[in-house]
């Protein structure tokens, strides 16, 4: 009975932060959902609602310190059904195959690939000889070789041109990044490239908004690197508009090297600038008139102005992901200060966690989600428990710099798990970047901007951009140095499927829980850390059009090719926790037990193959199929997507791609049409 006593006093406890526990039991169901392995029916979602309803008056019947746990299943199964009703809304046709041939459509979005190429994205799409049903409703496709000599796409112009298009490829090996997930969601159903030029088959129109809001960015990003060329006009185009078209791979490179590219994601760091700058001038200006500062409620109004500039930059800059989130969080605080409440507080962040989730609950899945929100709560937190220490520990004029240096320690500290988790790498001198850059971002880059934009109807722009070039040459110069010395990053290994979510909820634990027990938090993560420690890497990896076979050796992982599949090749080594080269992992290679065989020719010369060997071939191997080894060619890989082999005492265990991802609404596998003896060969044997 004592014990019960004090667990009901502990419970009863947290009744003041049970809010920030909304959005976690949110997380739960959604990420519920996208971990099966087969795409619920419309019972589930209708069991998942009536349960939900169920428990709700259930939490009136138990005793107070029980009552929030109802509710807590009750959103974990709301957090399922939103996540459901949000793949299903989105759900638009995926093109089935491999295509070559005209391609007509309108532009809506400009970009670039990793291979630096210019990359548009087409809505309104027409496929010649392929119904409308079949057709997706937006293609993305690269321009390659001479396809640049054509028009110069605009946005809103119908263009037409010959590409290679294929369906959104899946993970490049088992349990990997989902891409088929994330292009699932952006409602992107092929994606290719082209070698001829681009022609205009209609001039662009009056169209929606967003298309019109779509001209307007890059009418301003060309206006910016006209102002400031090369990569200062690149990054400020960027910061700015959401446009990184013309920022080069070479600086980059150096930013994510040096830690600080998130300065080019329009996110929390420019939406908070940006709001305080337009607040504080907004308040400074009404304060200094007798009649305004006294008879005015200068605050709310600049809290409002703040809000409409808030807004104006989330159209400005392309409405992605990262800025709604942002935008949200924003509102959100300012709405606090509307109303009298604290505008920086962990309901605030709450209250914009829960908004993101219910609009968008595969946000969770992404790093910008995770990465953003860690760094918030942790920073609300940690400068929520400085106020409550009532002490002045430092001297006032050193406040700002102070502050300046815990913001970008405890930032650096909390999202740096999981940018290592998604990334593979950590920046050894992040913390120095940030701390010689940041700040210039909030007393020079945006207050910039801002400058410049009121400015522009003058004609007088170029004066601020004068200005905020300085600023962005010498975060850039800052990149460049920090990304110059040794060791300035380092590779690690991906974690396992439970560490980052483990890493989470601990996380979550030690801000959330109100009392001693918040230090199993502590517990949680350290779990994960070691969980992380112990992960292991496959020993062979396939690629899922067998065009690339990775074997981890003593010296790492050994590539069958110094070329080719580049985008895979990359992800297999740092995932593996490795900055080497394909070039230089191709050295390694060396034929044996596994065989690779790229391209016709190469199988048509291959003698043939014994029990013992496990061939992968790029091109169809109908020969080898009877001679008895295990066989990866196109046919199986269809089935299968990318392949993971480790080496048992009892043979090899075999994982695909499909096994992990499962059958869900954005996987589209083929049915097996091989023979079953064949078949079953790869599918996963149990661990010994």
Not at 466 to 480: K, N, P
Request: glycine share 10%; proline share 6%.
């Amino acid at each position: 009975m004592i014990i019960w006593g004090h667990m009901q006093a502990v419970l009863l406890r947290q009744r003041g932060g049970m809010l920030g526990w909304v959005p976690v039991c949110l997380a739960i169901g959604i990420g519920a959902y996208f971990s099966l392995k087969s795409e619920p029916g419309i019972l589930t979602f209708a069991a998942c609602v009536m349960a939900a309803i169920a428990l709700v008056p259930v939490a009136r019947f138990v005793t107070e310190a029980l009552a929030p746990f109802p509710i807590a299943i009750a959103l974990c199964l709301v957090g399922f059904t939103l996540a459901g009703l949000r793949a299903h809304s989105v759900a638009e046709p995926v093109l089935g195959w491999r295509y070559y041939g005209a391609v007509e459509g309108r532009v809506i979005a400009m970009d670039r690939s990793q291979s630096d190429a210019l990359r548009l994205t087409l809505d309104q799409v027409r496929l010649d000889r392929v119904p409308h049903v079949r057709t997706p409703e937006r293609v993305r496709i690269s321009l390659h070789g001479k396809g640049a000599a054509g028009i110069a796409p605009e946005p809103g112009l119908r263009v037409m041109t010959t590409a290679h298009l294929s369906p959104p490829s899946g993970p490049v090996e088992p349990g990997g990044f989902d891409f088929q997930r994330h292009a699932f969601f952006a409602k992107l159903g092929a994606v290719g490239y082209t070698r001829v030029p681009l022609m205009g088959a209609a001039e662009a129109r009056e169209g929606h908004a967003g298309l019109l809001v779509f001209r307007l960015r890059m009418a301003a990003s060309a206006h910016i690197q006209n102002r400031l060329p090369g990569d200062t006009g690149g990054f400020a185009a960027a910061i700015t508009t959401g446009d990184r078209s013309a920022i080069s791979q070479q600086a980059l490179d150096a930013l994510r090297a040096s830690n600080l590219a998130h300065l080019l994601a329009i996110s929390g760091l420019h939406m908070g600038l940006l709001t305080a700058v337009v607040f504080g001038a907004l308040r400074l200006i009404l304060a200094a008139h007798p009649y305004t500062s006294v008879r005015w409620p200068t605050k709310a109004i600049a809290a409002v102005g703040a809000l409409i500039a808030a807004a104006g930059y989330l159209a400005l800059s392309g409405g992605n992901v990262a800025t709604q989130r942002a935008f949200i969080m924003v509102a959100v605080a300012l709405a606090a200060l509307l109303i009298g409440r604290r505008a920086l507080s962990l309901r605030a962040v709450a209250v914009a966690a829960i908004i993101v989730l219910v609009l968008r609950p595969e946000a969770l899945m992404g790093p910008g989600f995770q990465m953003s929100f860690a760094a918030t709560t942790a920073l609300v937190a940690v400068f929520g428990w400085i106020r409550d220490m009532e002490q002045n520990l430092v001297p006032r004029w050193a406040k700002p710099f102070v502050a300046t240096f815990i913001s970008s320690a405890v930032a650096g500290i909390a999202t740096a798990p999981i940018a290592a988790a998604h990334f593979n790498a950590i920046a050894h001198y992040g913390l120095i970047a940030n701390l010689l850059s940041v700040p210039l971002m909030g007393v020079l880059v945006i207050p910039a901007a801002v400058l410049a934009l009121v400015l522009a109807p003058l004609g007088l722009d170029w004066i601020a951009l004068w200005a905020m070039g300085l600023g962005l040459d010498w975060i850039l110069g800052v990149a460049h140095f920090v990304a110059g010395l040794e060791n300035a990053r380092r590779y690690v290994p991906g974690p396992g499927p439970w560490v980052l979510p483990l890493l989470g909820l601990g996380f979550l634990t030690l801000i959330l829980w109100q009392g001693r027990l918040r230090w199993i938090g502590v517990a949680a993560m350290g779990l994960s850390m070691a969980l992380w420690q112990g992960a292991t890497r496959p020993d062979v990896l396939i690629s899922d059009t067998g065009t690339l076979v990775g074997v981890m050796t003593s010296q790492g992982r050994a590539l069958s090719k110094e070329k080719g599949a580049g985008f895979v090749a990359r992800n297999w080594l740092e995932n593996d926790g490795s900055g080497d080269t394909q070039a230089w992992a191709a050295k390694r290679w060396q034929m044996g037990e596994i065989v690779h065989l790229s391209g016709k020719r190469a199988v048509s010369k291959f003698a043939g193959c014994n029990a013992d060997q496990i061939v992968v071939a790029s091109a169809p191997a109908e020969a080898l199929r009877a001679q008895g080894c295990l066989l990866f060619d196109p046919r199986i890989l269809k089935q299968t997507g990318s392949v993971a082999l480790d080496k048992t005492p009892e043979g090899w265990r075999i994982t695909t791609a499909r096994d992990q991802a499962g059958e869900r609404l954005w996987t589209a596998w083929p049915k097996a049409t091989a023979a079953p003896d064949q078949y079953v060969r790869i599918k996963p044997t149990k661990r010994p």
